[in-house]
């Protein structure tokens, strides 16, 4: 075997399983913004970034949950993006919600690490911030950010 083929053999795998990392936004937000610090690479954290009403006071309390999901077109039977009856603003879900991790009052930010796990490269998931805003004297309101589509590489 000449040597140029077997260079080539030996490292089509490592190129097949290449994927740099990513992060894109998309959609728009309504009172909050959503960005991120960093790439999703293996091995090493990421932030994604919080830029909306964040804390709590005697009567007042703007709380932002990440939401994270597998899809931005479908979350179940439900088409996405959907704009339901309780978000303000005009702007809605645009994300499936698997999973959601909120921060503390006045935070602006959650750390993302991603493990050392080559089987993590390529995969994509999308964040979405949603901030709930109670307070003493009125009926929860909701406010979505625009998304970020993270894809997890090198």
Known sequence: ????TLLAVLLLPSFLSAQTASYALFGTGCS????????????????VVYNGPSFCNATVCAQPVLLTGLSNTQWGSIKLPIQPSFA???CGLLVSIEFMAPIAPG???????IPNDGRLIGLRFYHQWMTLMTATSSATT???SNGGIMTVGT
């Open 142 to 144: 909701v406010y979505f």
């Open 107 to 113: 935070k602006k930010s959650l750390d993302i690490p």
């Open 1 to 4: 075997m000449r040597l140029p």
């Open 88 to 90: 303000i603003g005009g």
């Open 32 to 47: 909050t913004q959503l960005t991120a610090n960093g790439l999703p690479q293996i091995g090493k954290s990421f932030t």
